[in-house]
């Protein structure tokens, strides 16, 4: 036996025993789950999944990291680890925007890990009900995307719900040509959903401009329609490509490299401060002149970022608006919290949408 060959049979010795230690270690970590379980059922308590907690937990992963591994695998090495956990206290229903095999699915994922239970749903709206009625624990709607900006559906649902934002996850987007067999003679349309259409128009206008372009309710709907259809091609990430048995005849389409959408985790829980947290906020001005400097006057003289602002009709009377603010701190600070109320003072009216923990992947 070689020197290299022995030294390739020592380091899958030691490999079989750090296994064998890192398997102990996770089974030890799943019992202190089930401890905590049981105190919190015998405290009455109802919710057992603390955001703030679990990012708290993720960044400390990826401050102490070493390598050789990035920080963000570590992480989500560790997502798993406390999803399956959680799952030993109390499996959690997570409703999606569908079907199946959605870059909403991919947030949903992504932020509980794949020990939670997501079941997907056809509207946003369905999202909303079926977690303000209590038959999901949590949902995950798109809210805004780098290039193309806001979901208006999602903010608008925030005028008539009374669900908090628990959490915000941002996912890199990555748009793949998809359809059966190989190769691009022979197809007739492309279908996908608006917004994908859009991040890769000039792709797509540089190499297929001939081919019709038909919107859909999804990437994932239109992966279903081209595994029945062989004359189509579908925009559509990774995870429909393999739930549809698609050929990816084309990867990363999107116009834009840094194409990133974020999804907000809504429910009905108040989350508590993480140390690193944003605060949502719906405001209407007076209907006056300068309304909007003075709704924002109190940020600044508390020394507060705003890291976003939008207008939406109110619905309420003709050219009569409301504005979603995000803002750089939980409503527990004290800065946030006299912000809030000198803004009661100024604005028609104000509602805190939630305070949550910053995307930490």
């Not at 102490?64 to 109390?90: K, T, Y």
């Given at each position: 036996m070689s020197d290299g060959q022995k030294r390739l049979q020592e380091l899958r010795i030691l490999i079989d025993g750090l296994d064998e230690r890192i398997q102990d270690l996770i089974s030890q970590r799943a019992r202190c789950a089930q401890e905590i379980a049981t105190i919190k059922h015998q405290s009455g308590a109802e919710?057992?999944?603390?955001?703030?907690?679990?990012?708290?937990?993720?960044?400390?992963?990826?401050?102490?990291?070493?390598?050789?591994?990035?920080?963000?695998?570590?992480?989500?090495?560790?997502?798993?680890?406390?999803?399956?956990?959680?799952?030993?206290?109390?499996?959690?229903?997570?409703?999606?925007?569908?079907?199946?095999?959605?870059?909403?699915?991919?947030?949903?994922?992504?932020?509980?890990?794949?020990?939670?239970?997501?079941?997907?749903?056809?509207?946003?709206?369905?999202?909303?009900?079926?977690?303000?009625?209590?038959?999901?624990?949590?949902?995950v709607v798109p809210v805004e995307n780098s290039t193309e900006g806001v979901v208006n559906h999602t903010l608008d649902m925030f005028m008539v719900s009374d669900l908090r934002i628990c959490g915000e996850v941002e996912l890199r987007i990555h748009h793949h040509l998809l359809g059966l067999g190989e190769g691009l003679d022979g197809r007739k349309r492309i279908v996908s959903h608006q917004q994908s259409l859009a991040q890769c128009r000039e792709w797509l206008d540089a190499n297929l401009p001939a081919l019709e372009r038909l919107n859909v309710a999804s990437n994932a709907e239109a992966a279903r329609m081209a595994a029945a259809d062989p004359a189509l091609l579908a925009i559509a990430g990774g995870p429909a490509a393999e739930i549809y048995?698609?050929?990816?005849?084309?990867?990363?389409?999107?116009?834009?490299?840094?194409?990133?959408?974020?999804?907000?985790?809504?429910?009905?829980?108040?989350?508590?401060?993480?140390?690193?947290?944003?605060?949502?906020?719906?405001?209407?001005?007076?209907?006056?002149?300068?309304?909007?400097?003075?709704?924002?006057?109190?940020?600044?003289?508390?020394?507060?970022?705003?890291?976003?602002?939008?207008?939406?009709?109110?619905?309420?009377?003709?050219?009569?608006?409301?504005?979603?603010?995000?803002?750089?701190?939980?409503?527990?600070?004290?800065?946030?919290?006299?912000?809030?109320?000198?803004?009661?003072?100024?604005?028609?009216?104000?509602?805190?949408?939630?305070?949550?923990?910053?995307?930490?992947?």
């Open positions: 919710n057992f999944y603390r955001p703030e907690r679990e990012a708290q937990v993720l960044r400390a992963v990826m401050e102490r990291n070493h390598g050789p591994l990035a920080s963000e695998e570590m992480a989500r090495l560790f997502r798993e680890i406390m999803s399956a956990c959680l799952a030993l206290e109390s499996p959690m229903k997570v409703v999606f925007l569908g079907p199946e095999g959605t870059f909403t699915q991919a947030a949903a994922l992504k932020h509980f890990g794949h020990s939670a239970r997501t079941v997907p749903l056809g509207a946003i709206d369905e999202i909303f009900r079926e977690v303000e009625s209590g038959s999901a624990d949590f949902g048995g698609l050929q990816k005849l084309v990867s990363n389409i999107e116009d834009e490299p840094d194409n990133t959408t974020r999804f907000l985790v809504i429910g009905r829980i108040e989350t508590q401060p993480s140390g690193d947290d944003k605060t949502s906020l719906l405001l209407s001005g007076q209907n006056r002149s300068g309304a909007l400097v003075g709704l924002l006057a109190p940020l600044a003289r508390h020394g507060i970022n705003m890291t976003r602002i939008e207008s939406r009709p109110s619905r309420r009377g003709l050219w009569e608006y409301v504005f979603f603010v995000d803002i750089a701190g939980h409503v527990c600070d004290a800065n946030v919290q006299q912000a809030i109320d000198e803004l009661g003072q100024e604005a028609a009216f104000v509602r805190r949408l939630g305070s949550y923990p910053r995307a930490v992947l």
